[in-house]
């Protein structure tokens, strides 16, 4: 099982019903294909470093999750398929990563709190 993240951006004109169904439906993906959820961020609305498709804000979500090689490939068609997903990216971490992954989380835990 390798580890990843993956971040993608919503269309701004969602509801706030609308993104968490979106993004329930991208871990009920990962789920289905055995994968393991290891944190799930919501980084809300943000501007955008440059306008797509004449939008200039999105919603960011980060997953992590843990899973085989070829979940990626289903995951980023679903990405492709819904047309309320405009950016997304999916990155296998390294053991350092990880590392670094277990420290932002903490961070942001701690500044929560």
């Not at 995951?75 to 990880?98: M, N, P, Q, S």
């Amino acid at each position: 099982m390798n580890n990843y993240e993956t971040v993608f951006i919503l269309t701004p004109v969602l509801s706030e019903a609308q993104v968490e169904e979106a993004v329930q439906k991208f871990e009920e993906l990962l789920t289905s294909n055995k994968c393991e959820i290891v944190a799930k961020e919501k980084w809300g609305l943000k501007k955008l470093a440059y306008p797509i498709q004449l939008k200039k804000n999105g919603f960011y979500t980060l997953i992590e999750f843990k899973g085989e090689g070829t979940v990626v490939a289903d995951l980023e068609l679903a990405f492709k398929r819904d047309e309320r997903v405009i950016r997304y990216l999916t990155t296998k971490l390294d053991k350092h990563a990880i590392e670094w992954a277990v420290t932002r989380r903490a961070k942001r835990k701690s500044a929560k709190a």
